[in-house]
């Protein structure tokens, strides 16, 4: 058996409650449930809310530079810290968080193996509703480094010179086409199915029933053996609005080691609701993780 | 309290017992087998309304005798459907605060039925996208206030606690056992929290282990409130599958289509699952009626029809039609 690419990105549960005091240790929890924190939270933690905090209130985009300093410098967080990432649905939306801070060059970024259910579900992890004293700290990030995004164009491209791996990571009726978005869901697209070229990996595909990530080799399985990721080509995940594919990005980058792995933000929202691309249907033409783990 | 003349001190004393059980009615009409006795257990006669109440009264007891419960420190539970009703309307009898986590999918009567009770709503998103293995958000949301502000809250968690099988062990068994002369032979119930179908199979086989347990289960996909297919349930982890001799999947549309025909032809005003738990016991002994010949039935009626007829107007589309002028 053999261990992730990069062991120093993941910290268990224990690890958080030991290192929860240190003063360079920060606790950002980012939850799909934007409740979540209220309700309960690891004490001496910050929430954000992906909603109102993570993403441009105007343009569809991600946080520009300077509202991610005065974001993460509100939170009194400073360049040097170790910031240790935690949410819950297997840290979904905390991926998408490291994949910010990554994004913006902050140095050490960790996540909480199993997340916000593993540290509820073990009785000598405490939670409280205590609000969480912030010191607001200048915080400088670095400009973007846009090799960990891909935008519409860099795919486009990418279909038509088939020079990628392509991860879809929705669940398998959104990439057949057979739903549009998952039932209930506000930001859909205009047409149902997936890039052309794309394998179908359902993002939880990744995780154990406990929240924790599949083994090194489980997850090898399933994105070389079973999907056909080729690790000597680059890759883009995407998913519906760029979230899910984060966990992802985050699954082949940091964990499988994959050298060139980037996250299509716009995802599915956008690509399918672009005028004249190709999209393809059904999974006759795609390679999925499904038959071959079956 | 007299219960010949039905006059009682407060409403916890119509809480069901060996001596106070809810009644059996014998199924005429609608008889799967010749020779064969099946009775409907008719737990809508419970003083909230339902088959919840058991577990509910018991979940409430057990944390008032550890001493959990007062005017300032009151429950927190993840539920949507009756056992959130029974705890609310007892918490509210009894002075105690109760908050109720319920998922945003839940239908406006439900979430509004919960507040006429008079507990406090924690509506969430639990559905953004399926997350195979993990528990339902709401449950996470309720287990972290208690775990957050125990001072405020305790979690009855009818899904693991085993008051909620005891319940039915003391109760709803000894019920039937007693109504039934010793008599009964097969024992129908559906699984929720396998509350049900755990307790009182677990004391009826004590008494005689020849009884068949007969849990019937709606197909993937299924609509029917309350109710879950043995896949679904990760969600408790009562289920003892040993003590079940058959397992019986009844497609999820026939509860509605089922509990129609039990309102018009026995008069027994049946809910879906009541429905869908009585066409699994006419399937399983109209099977081969000589060898059930002579054999005792009950098959328990979780709920009546009222709460659920938006659902019943979904799935029976014609009893939309000529109700206008």
């Known amino acids: ?294 | 309290m007299d219960r010949d003349t039905r006059v009682y001190d407060d409403i916890f004393q119509l809480l069901p017992s060996e001596e106070n059980p809810t009644p059996l009615v014998r199924i005429n009409a609608l008889a799967p087998a010749a020779g064969f006795d099946l009775f409907a257990k008719l737990e809508w006669m419970n003083p909230f309304g339902s088959v919840k109440d058991r577990a509910a009264s018991f979940l409430i007891r057990s944390l008032e005798a550890q001493g959990k419960l007062s005017g300032e420190r009151g429950m927190v539970e993840p539920t949507s459907g009756n056992t959130g009703l029974s705890l609310a309307v007892m918490a509210s009898a009894k002075g105690y605060p109760m908050r109720a986590v319920v998922p945003d999918k839940v239908p406006l009567t439900k979430k509004a039925l919960l507040k006429m009770a008079g507990a406090e709503l924690d509506v969430i998103n639990d559905n953004l996208c399926p997350a195979p293995g993990l528990g339902e958000g709401s449950i996470a949301i309720a287990k972290t206030h208690a775990k957050a502000q125990p001072d405020r809250y305790a979690m009855p968690n009818q899904y693991e606690n085993t008051e909620n099988t005891r319940a039915h062990e003391e109760t709803t068994g000894p019920e039937i056992w007693r109504q039934t002369g010793g008599k009964i032979t097969h024992f129908f119930a559906s699984l929720g929290t396998a509350g049900t179908i755990v307790g009182t199979g677990r004391y009826l086989k004590r008494k005689n282990p020849d009884i068949k347990v007969i849990v019937v289960v709606p197909d993937e996909g299924h609509d029917v409130p309350g109710l879950r297919t043995p896949a679904e349930l990760a969600t408790t982890n009562l289920f003892e599958e040993d003590l079940v001799d058959e397992i019986v999947e009844v497609e999820g549309e026939l509860a509605f289509r089922t509990a129609l025909e039990l309102i018009r032809k026995e008069g027994l005003l049946a809910g879906p699952s009541s429905g869908l738990i009585f066409e699994g016991a006419r399937r399983v002994l109209s099977r081969d009626p000589d060898a059930v010949r002579g054999g005792v039935g009950v098959a328990l009626f979780c709920d009546d029809a009222f709460k659920y007829v938006d659902s019943f107007i979904k799935h029976v589309p014609e009893l939309a039609e000529d109700t206008a002028p």
């Open chain 1, 1 to 294: 058996m053999t261990d992730y690419a990069n062991t120093d990105v993941l910290v268990t549960t224990d690890w958080v409650k030991q290192h929860m005091d240190d003063a360079s240790i920060k606790l950002v929890e980012v939850d799909v449930d934007t409740k979540a924190y209220d309700a309960g939270h690891i004490p001496g933690s910050v929430g954000f809310n992906w909603e109102t905090e993570l993403q441009d209130q105007v343009s569809r985009d991600i946080l520009s530079k300077e509202d991610f300093e005065r974001l993460i410098g509100g939170a009194g967080i400073a360049p040097g810290d170790t910031v240790v990432l935690y949410g819950d649905h297997n840290n979904w939306f905390a991926a998408y968080a490291f994949w910010l801070f990554k994004l913006y060059g902050h140095e050490d970024v960790r996540m909480m193996n199993g997340g916000r259910q593993k540290w509820l579900d073990e009785d000598d992890k405490p939670l409280t509703v205590d609000p969480t004293p912030l010191t607001p700290k200048a915080y400088e990030a670095k400009d973007a480094d846009l090799s960990l995004r891909a935008r519409v164009m860099d795919v486009l491209k990418i279909v038509e010179a088939g020079d990628h791996n392509l991860v879809d990571v929705r669940s398998t009726d959104e990439f057949t086409g057979k739903v549009i978005a998952p039932p209930g869901m506000s930001e859909t697209a205009q047409r149902g199915g997936h890039i052309p070229g794309a394998a179908s990996v359902p993002w939880a595909s990744a995780v154990q029933s406990d929240g924790t990530f599949k083994s090194a080799d489980d997850l090898r399985a399933i994105y070389f053996d079973g999907a056909g990721v080729d690790a000597g080509k680059p890759t883009v995940a995407y998913c519906r609005i760029g979230e899910r594919s984060s966990h992802t990005w985050f699954v082949l980058k940091y964990l499988l080691g994959l050298e060139n792995v980037r996250n299509y933000d716009g995802s599915w929202t956008e690509y399918g609701s672009m005028v004249g691309v190709p999209i393809e249907r059904g999974t006759a033409h795609a390679r999925t993780a499904e038959p071959a783990t079956a």
